[in-house]
């Protein structure tokens, strides 16, 4: 028997060959992998917002919180101004019933009119017919206020949530977290109370206004006729600002609730902030002067449109006991109600009426003699049914 060995020896045997693997290519260089820019967050930027809040925050539901009812001061410094008396051009003269001390550039601040309305005196004239309504300018009576405006701005520069100056320069609209309303009633006391916008969206946003200079004076235009005129301070440094209101009325301690029926019933036939004539009003970028939040009440001082007898478009509907304020406080619309309970109020400042479904929404402005339709809907206006 001849062995394994001996096969080998003679040359019958080889081992099996063990295939090799064939070397691996050389790896590709894999790049180092770049992360992704992070995303940065987009903050939703404000003109106002409650103080306490932190930095970069503007609402308090981010802490799992209701909105609570707080003073006007919580948002930032306040000022209201009033006035009595109009230069020869018919502007009324503003001067300060209460607040935060205003800048000394400020110099004067009057409240006045476009060309379409002429000049206020003091008796009352005929200046034009609107819808066979009467455009009127009432006689100033003792202690009453011809125009009332109030101003807040942030106290908190540093916050990255609010508006830079360069950002509102640019802006037609802006967010506010905070709308006022302020009217002297027809006793003469003033009332004054404002809401947090933070779940109504709808009330939010409100126009931005820039000054534009006219000669020597700065003009702001608010529409419907009324501007605010400026007239810088020569030197800042040597006057006291805005002077004091004499004999002013009491101010009122102004609240700041959230958007609620509750709120409504503590306030009392409250108007809400569609109805608000509110700005933010944005100085020349050179002036020095940071942008302001500024509310107008103007009960008539600029001219106002008589309500007709009979709604001559409208004839279905019936003259009823008058329910809402009028903007600038001290009177209440004329109403009148047809046979399917649409209300029709009428607006004194535009000399038409603003027609309403029986649920109070607005369906919106109509000239009281042809029925045509000037003016859609406001969203999230409503009147008291």
Not at 20 to 48: D, H, R, V, Y
Request: with cysteine; glycine share 10%.
């Amino acid at each position: 028997m001849i062995s394994a060995t001996s096969l080998d020896q003679l040359g019958f045997y080889h081992p099996a060959l063990v295939q090799e693997k064939p070397p691996l290519p050389p790896a590709e260089p894999i790049e180092k992998l770049q992360k992704p820019a992070p995303i940065q967050k987009q903050l939703t930027c404000t003109f106002t917002k409650p103080c306490k809040l932190p930095d970069g925050t503007i609402d308090y539901t981010n802490f799992g919180g209701s909105i609570p009812t707080t003073a006007v001061g919580e948002y930032g410094n306040f000022a209201l101004l009033g006035g009595r008396e109009t230069d020869a051009a018919g502007n009324i003269v503003l001067k300060q019933i209460r607040g935060s001390a205003l800048p000394a550039a400020l110099g004067t601040l009057l409240l006045g009119r476009t060309a379409a309305i002429a000049e206020v005196g003091t008796g009352t004239t005929s200046i034009g017919a609107t819808s066979g309504a009467r455009l009127v300018t009432p006689a100033v009576a003792t202690g009453a206020l011809m125009g009332l405006v109030a101003l807040l701005w942030p106290s908190s520069l540093g916050d990255s949530s609010l508006y830079t100056d360069e950002q509102l320069q640019s802006l037609k609209e802006g967010r506010t977290r905070v709308r006022l309303h302020v009217e002297q009633q027809a006793d003469g006391t003033l009332k004054g109370y404002g809401y947090n916008t933070q779940k109504r969206s709808d009330w939010e946003m409100i126009p931005v206004v820039q000054f534009k200079a006219q000669g020597p004076q700065q003009v702001a235009d608010f529409g419907d006729g009324v501007t605010l005129i400026w007239t810088p301070a020569v030197d800042p440094s040597s006057t006291s600002g805005i002077p004091p209101l004499e004999s002013a009325p009491q101010a009122p301690q102004i609240w700041i609730y959230p958007p609620t029926e509750q709120a409504d019933n503590i306030i009392v036939n409250p108007i809400h902030p569609p109805d608000y004539k509110d700005f933010i009003l944005v100085f020349p970028t050179d002036s020095g002067i940071k942008p302001l939040y500024i509310v107008l009440s103007v009960p008539g001082g600029l001219g106002y449109h008589v309500a007709p007898d009979v709604l001559l478009a409208f004839p279905d509907a019936v003259s009823v006991r008058p329910k809402s304020a009028v903007q600038g406080g001290g009177k209440k619309r004329d109403r009148w109600k047809d046979s399917k309970g649409r209300i029709y109020e009428w607006d004194f400042q535009h000399g038409a009426v603003e027609i309403y479904d029986k649920q109070g929404k607005h369906l919106g402005e109509f000239n009281a003699e042809t029925g045509e339709k000037n003016k859609p809907a406001k969203p999230g206006r409503t009147t008291l049914k």
